[in-house]
């Protein structure tokens, strides 16, 4: 099955949520202390994939046109508007904290980064799906660790991922006949840089630092994709 990859990486996640929560009856003072080793790991996590960049200024393009792009369409309200839908559907007892928080932040960290591109391609070129069952591993501890804080939302974050990863595997025949290896490459150092700094933000997000809307950075990966392109060619 081309999509085993992504549907193992998708249960592990939900599972990993769903164990975490029988972690969260933790005292406050020790769930504060383990909310801040969280954000310094996801921080460290981010710094690392921002260095995969060879073309820093592409980055902060990204970054900024994104900031606008997202600000313009108000992403994080509408991710925000999702997150209370959410929550109305779930009973009170299951909720833990928002459910928004939870969702956008294990989405980012589970979507960005260089495994989800290259795994998914793998299964579908080569249905070769090693990687993203090592990918579905480390993010089905990831969620074990973010739900125990968060809640239940990063259960949620599931279905992105498998709409990303799946759209990736079945058109990954196309992707490789018209885009050129170096180009791909090129392409995956510096989304896997941008989204670095996007889950930065989140590790900042979650020490209590910042109140960056990392939703509204989003369109950055969409930019990233036009201005190597455009470097590529140009």
């Known amino acids: 099955m081309i999509l085993f990859g992504t549907v193992v990486n998708v249960l592990l996640i939900v599972a990993g949520a769903f164990i975490g929560r029988f972690l969260h009856n933790i005292p406050e003072r020790m769930k504060e202390t383990v909310m801040y080793g969280i954000g310094l790991a996801v921080a460290v996590i981010g710094i690392q994939m921002t260095f995969e960049s060879t073309q820093i200024l592409i980055v902060i393009i990204s970054i ?20 209370h839908w959410m929550e109305s559907k779930i009973p009170a007892s299951d909720k833990g904290p928002g459910i928004a928080q939870g969702f956008v932040t294990a989405t980012l960290i589970f979507v960005v980064g260089s495994m989800a591109i290259i ?28 739900s ?16 990303y990863q799946g759209i990736i595997t079945l058109f990954s025949t196309q992707i490789s006949r018209f885009v050129p290896d170096d180009l791909l490459n090129f392409f995956i150092s510096e989304m896997t840089a941008t989204g670095g700094l996007m889950i930065l933000a989140i590790g900042l997000n979650l020490i209590g630092l910042t109140k960056v809307r990392v939703a509204n950075l ?10 190597v392109t455009i470097v590529h060619f140009f």
Do not use: Q, Y
């Open 64 to 83: 900024v046109v994104g900031a606008v792009i997202g600000e313009w369409m108000d992403l994080d309200k509408k991710v925000n508007d999702l997150g």
């Open 119 to 146: 795994g998914a391609i793998d299964s579908g070129l080569r249905n070769d799906h090693d990687v993203l069952v090592m990918k579905g591993i480390i993010d089905g501890f990831t969620a074990i660790i973010l």
């Open 148 to 163: 125990s804080t968060l809640g239940i939302g990063v259960a949620f974050a599931a279905i992105p991922v498998f709409f």
């Open 218 to 227: 989003i369109p950055g990966i969409l930019v990233v994709g036009v201005a």
